[in-house]
């Protein structure tokens, strides 16, 4: 993830007004002002964000003791050692590279073709929007138990809808019961759940697309497709890699839909690194071992996307050339 | 030939219509049977084959829900943290953002970076040293102890969102202020603020929603029935009602309720700070 650096050089109000005075002294008070406006909010940030950033770091580097009194000795990479070797661990991250795999393409191709349908001027056009962003509003609570319920075994609605109305399968299926079949249930939540946001930020990238572009292409006698292809895609790259980069961050950080759905079982069957860090760290209180989990996985994400942005640019690079 | 492409057009409509239409039913299919279900009289919860419309709708349920082991007392527990979060974020966020767009100080650019970089940490890393800091701090357990750990997680993207804001407000209306007199507090409070109010309104909204949704770091932290939060009220209905789907439903469709509203009433708001915020990054 990059962010645009901030302006330094902009012109400042308060330091331009101060500026013109021949005294520093206007100058040093617009400084303290400016420095009254940003301790409150940022004294608390660095208490609950970045200083807890830095002791997970110290924290995964120790063998850590919650009872009172505890020594919690340093232990160097022993934990992370020990995540090397850990089966359970390396199956949370093949699920949660499935997950990935099974819900990024999904949401990028719906979301898009949603857009597609309406980047228009259509009677309707907020209605479908709200009714396509709702399920992205609604909290992760509801709909993880809502989808235990859509997938449960016995009189579960999928099972109906695939043994008897639409004959697909002979019998009921234990959805959550058994791996796979458990990350088809968590998979469909999270494309149902998510193509919504990216329909909405598709729609916002195609409505830039200038209109005489798409007119010309028309008039060259390109089809509807080739428009799409060689007009609106090459526009909205920049916001397809956002929503790449974006989405295959959040697969890889599933944890409220597999908690509730599954709690990782059954017997670890479905960990994702982040329930199984969870567990770790509030059910067994090993809480060193679950911060070298979370700093695997985000060293593990960061280098991922870090590749995504660099081949992006790239490819944009080479496009232009 | 013009009547061939009008053909067409009317054609392509009724493709795009169709399409969306489907695409809306099936999106719409399981708050559907949440609807419905938690219509359902509780002997028919396992009903089969399920019907969509319920028989005989009733909404025991939801009285049921609402009265149960203190779930009002969730909602009203939510709508404080939410209301208190939201308040703290958008007032600390927007003075944060004014100090950093419209004040020149040593350090200026290393402060905004730091909160900059707040955005791109996962939640999630944080959640044990920020345990073992609330446990510290003597925050564990308690309802008004979410506050500042929603308020310091919610405020960097804020920032980050008012602080382009604050910079396009032109400097002629500072500099105008400045000859009046006014103090850098009165030219906060009397012209960026009330000159901003679409961007607090996003700020505040998607603040709300985030804090009303929250559910990893309540679960975590809070053990009492008395200081729950509804996600983790919700979450706990399953085990408490051996798993009455009805019961569980109903509460769902109450908490659900208030956001729908929010998102429906803001939504313009919504989708604006949600593509600026994804587009700029």
Redesign the interface.
Known sequence: ????????G????????AGRSTSGSPRRR?????????V???A??????????V??LL?SLRDYK?TPGAISPWIGLDNYVRALHDPVLLRSFVNAAVYMVATVPTQIV?GL??AV??N?A?PGR?L????????V???????S???Q??FAT??G?VN?LLV?VLGVLNQPVDWLGQRWTAMVAISALGI?KG???SM??FL??LTGVPRELEEAAALDGAGAWRRFRHVSLPHIR??MT??VI?LV?GGF?V??SVL?MTDGGPLDQTQVP?TY??RQ??GYLD?GY??AI??L??GL?LVISGLQYWWARRATRDGAA | MIAGSRRRRVTVAAVRYALLIGCALVLALPFAFMVSTSLKPHTLLLEYPPRLIPSDPTLDNYAQAWGANSFGRYFLNSSMVAVATTVGTVLLASMMAYGFARFRFPGRGVLFAAVVVGLTIPTMLLIIPQFLLAKNLGLLNSLPGLVPFYVGTQIAFSTFLLRAFFEQIPAELDEAMLIDGAGPWRRYWDLAVPLSKPALATCAIFTFLGSWDEFVWALTVINDVSQRTLPIGIALFRGQHGTSWGLVFAASVIAVVPVVIVYVVFQRQLVAGLTNGALKS
């Open positions: 993830m990059t962010t645009t650096t901030p302006a330094i902009s012109i400042v109000p308060g330091a331009a007004g617009a400084a303290w002002a400016g420095l009254a406006f940003i409150p909010g940022f608390l940030y660095a208490l609950v964000i970045a200083y807890p950033a002791q997970a924290i919650i719906i073709g949603l349908l309406l228009t259509l907020t479908f929007r709200v009714l396509f962003y709702l399920p509003v609604t909290s992760w609570v509801v709909v138990l809502l989808f319920y859509l016995d009189n609605i109906y008897d149902w193509v919504g946001w909405l930020i916002a990238a920049g916001a956002t929503v974006l961050i950080n944890f409220t509730l982040l860090m969870y760290a509030f809480f679950g911060s979370s700093f996985l985000t994400v």
